[in-house]
């Protein structure tokens, strides 16, 4: 049992003494190829490490080569269809309305159709009443104008003659002299035939016929009633000439124009061509805007007083700029572009203006690779790859 013992201290010295020589040996080789190799040794380390770089920071992004040019501008906005001419047709003169047409919403007319009459039985006889009193004050003066005025007395007389109470007055003469002419205002001749030609006047305004082709929008009173005058009895819309109201916002109303161009849809996605006829020179205090007043030009079938379009106005555009996505702006007026070197870095732009998914930009260098996506987790200094 001793011996056994004896044998494995024995061997484990051995063996101990072994490895302590292996070891020395080892060392001593490894410090001498270090010291032999220390460059190529620290060069591949260095590659090593390179890719070790290359395949963590090295980040693929997109981007766009930069070429600046003219961009047009496209201003966006909707507004309701009015007809060009929409009016409140009143009666001049008091009476019963007797209707030509059906006074009732939706009534469809002619221009110069007769809209509706008013009883006018009292203003025909009160006009010949002062017609007959007219002729009668003639007959009183014709003797004098004989005696006074004989080269003047045919005139007169033909005057007196051509007058009929059912007719329109005939023109008043002209005077020849001082003394005609006082003679004839001292009769109060003058006075009774512009009485009369008044009354003529007022006499047309009985009847009312359509200014217009177009349709009834309104009724404000019906057949039979009794007006007066100034009293409203229909509200009519112009056919087929129709335009609309746009609020524009005031930082983009200097990109239009009187004649701009004009896109409009409806909810059914048909489409209408219009251009610009009015820009207004004051703001609406409520949506701070300033209403641009569109003709549409194209046919209006299918469009009605009331509608409301979208409209996408055409104006003036920029020069010198380029139009990026709008996620490419890494804050109100940054973007990020790739150097020679392969590293980001941040670039302030001046935007000008805003659409829906872009934004046009000044200030960006020719030939430049600007990120066109939204990045994460990159900064300025960090090395990126274009991805194609």
Known sequence: MKVRQVLIIVSSFILLIFMSMLYKIGESNGISYGEANAEEIRADRKKSDDNIHDSVQFKSVAASLILNDSVPSSIKGHGR???TSSINVSAEVQGKIMAAISLKKGIHFKKGQPLFALNSSDAKLALKARKS?????????????KIDFPERFNTWNKFYKEMKVNEPISRFPNFTSLKEKNFIISRKLLTEYYQIKSDEERLNKYAVSAPFDGSIIDAFTDVGAIVN?????????????????????????????????????DNNHKSFEGKVIRIGDYINQQTQTVPVFVNITSETDGLY?????????????????????????????????IKKDSALTSLKVNVIDYKENTVTVS???????????????INDGDKVVIRK
């Open 229 to 265: 005058p100034g009293s409203p009895v229909l509200s009519i819309i112009r056919d087929n000439t129709m335009e609309i109201e746009i609020p524009i916002a005031t930082e983009k109303i200097n990109q239009l124009a009187l004649g701009s161009t004009v896109s409009l849809i």
């Open 133 to 145: 009193g007219f002729l009668a004050l003639l007959t009183s003066i014709l003797p004098d104008i």
């Open 363 to 377: 200030g960006i260098p020719n030939n430049s690779n600007v990120v066109i996506e939204s990045i994460v987790n």
């Open 81 to 83: 269809v009015v007809s």
């Open 305 to 337: 007083n009331g509608m409301y379009l979208d409209a996408n106005i055409v104006g003036h555009g920029f020069d010198n700029v380029v139009e990026i996505p709008r996620k490419a702006l890494i804050s109100a007026n940054e973007v990020y572009i």
